[in-house]
């Protein structure tokens, strides 16, 4: 299997219309294919390099496998050139190494965890970022989420212990404007400054405040107090909100 490949760049637009703002103009980049599945089971493998993902912030370590196959996951915090990882529901709990949800036990690091069995991690997955097995009951096993978030999982659902490297990354300073034109990030222009037109904060005479009660999105929508989709699938699984006793 291929580890890299072409990374095609469509500036936010689909069929030609714009419809992620402010994207464009990055620098050319490979796609590192990710094993975020972890699906190659009870075979040991050798980190073979650490290295550097233009598409994420969080370094990638290559494996190797006992078999000669070669894939890449996201590197924990503390994993190095020549330590052993595998994937296994009697893995050791030991950095890098994969297990089911169940055979976790509370008060342990985790990150990459799957959300539905088989699907591949999707949560806590960029740098510095780190979960926390909460506590267990009989259908269900509680997540701590990086953001305060307690939400109940799947016993069956497979996650990688430890805290995601690169933890500094939060600190890093771009230096100047170009900085994020290589990123693919262009100018952003704030609401106030525009015509009526164009955003619900924009018009008045010179440097006017926002004159509406609620801030809003550029296509109108209110963008204050509970934003969350209560119909979203994720909703049945929050036991414990950010703050504290809200759902």
């Not at 490297?165 to 704030?190: E, F, Q």
Request: hydrophobic share 30%; charged share 30%.
């Amino acid at each position: 299997m291929k580890l890299k490949k072409i990374l095609q760049k469509h500036s936010g637009r689909s069929n030609g219309k714009v419809t992620v703002r402010h994207q464009g103009g990055r620098s050319k980049r490979f796609l590192r294919v990710i094993d975020f599945k972890r699906d190659k089971k009870e075979i040991w493998a050798t980190v073979e390099a650490i290295e550097y993902d233009p598409n994420r912030n969080a370094r990638i370590a290559r494996l190797v496998y006992a078999d000669g196959l070669r894939n890449y996951i996201i590197a924990p915090d503390s994993l190095k050139e020549g330590m052993k990882v595998i994937s296994s529901s009697d893995a050791p709990l030991e950095i890098g190494n994969c297990l089911p949800l169940s055979k976790i036990p509370v008060g342990t690091q985790i990150n990459n965890i799957e959300i539905k069995p088989g699907r591949g991690g999707q949560i806590a997955r960029g740098a510095g970022i780190v979960a926390v097995v909460f506590g267990k009951d009989e259908t269900s096993i509680l997540i701590k989420m990086p953001s305060g978030e307690i939400k109940r999982f799947n016993p069956e659902c497979l996650a990688v212990i430890g805290q995601i490297g690169n933890i500094d990354d939060k600190n890093k300073k771009l230096g100047k404007a170009g900085a994020n034109r290589w990123r693919g990030v262009r100018p952003t222009v704030r609401g106030v400054a525009m015509h009526p037109d164009a955003h619900p904060h924009g018009g008045g005479e010179g440097r006017s405040r926002v004159g509406l009660k609620y801030p809003k999105t550029p296509w109108g929508k209110k963008a204050v107090g509970k934003t969350r989709n209560p119909k979203k699938y994720s909703r049945h699984t929050i036991v414990e909100g950010r703050q504290r006793g809200k759902k």
